[in-house]
């Protein structure tokens, strides 16, 4: 066993150690044993539960039964009060939700095709706040970036929803000044 497996309580098969009291698996855990598990196979995602599991680990379990990707059930332990939480994998395909991704509001989402553009824009809005540079606009940004003009507006939407940037009105031509939350910088205004 790691040392991540002994605080967690994760074996290394991903399951988890029948001993762990009110263990929930982290998103990743989830995501990770969701999209190689073959139909039918199970993972408990929370442990030995007096009360309803919260937190993270099981927005991410609805989020999976929401996308018809795993099917959730509670069953008791026996001669206790206590419940395990268990997902079971469908037959429905991996959709690719990589890398997990947590909306503003909590919810978990899946960038799906957008993860290249959105790896290749937030560099460059990342070097322009960095240096104080105005933001570039949508057809510099599609220019910078590879990508079709039409795509920069839901790219900047999926990066506002993972809460990796953050925009404000400013005056024309960017229209916008766009805080990187990781590190605070700022876009400037155009002059």
């Known amino acids: 066993m790691t040392a991540l497996t002994k605080i967690t309580g994760v074996l290394p098969d991903g399951h988890f150690d029948g001993e762990a009291v009110h263990v929930i698996a982290s998103p990743e855990q989830l995501f990770a044993w969701a999209e190689h598990a073959k139909s039918g196979e199970r993972f408990l995602y929370g442990t030995r539960c007096v009360f309803s599991p919260k937190g993270e680990g099981v927005r991410a379990a609805m989020n999976l039964a929401e996308r018809g990707l795993v099917n959730l059930c509670q069953r008791p332990v026996a001669g206790r009060r206590e419940r395990n939480y268990e997902a079971q994998r469908t037959s429905r395909r991996w959709p690719g939700i990589d ?67 953050r925009i404000t009105s400013a005056p024309a031509p960017t229209c916008r000044i766009v805080t990187i939350v990781e590190t605070g910088h700022c876009t400037g205004a155009a002059r």
């Open 99 to 165: 890398p997990v991704a947590q909306a503003t509001d909590g919810d978990l989402i899946g960038l799906g095709d957008e993860t290249a553009a959105v790896n290749k824009v937030l560099p460059i809005l990342k070097r322009a706040a960095q240096f104080g540079r105005p933001c570039p606009t949508d057809t510099q940004l599609a220019s910078q970036a590879n990508i079709r003009a039409d795509d920069v507006q839901a790219v900047l939407g999926v990066l506002r929803a993972i809460n990796a940037i």
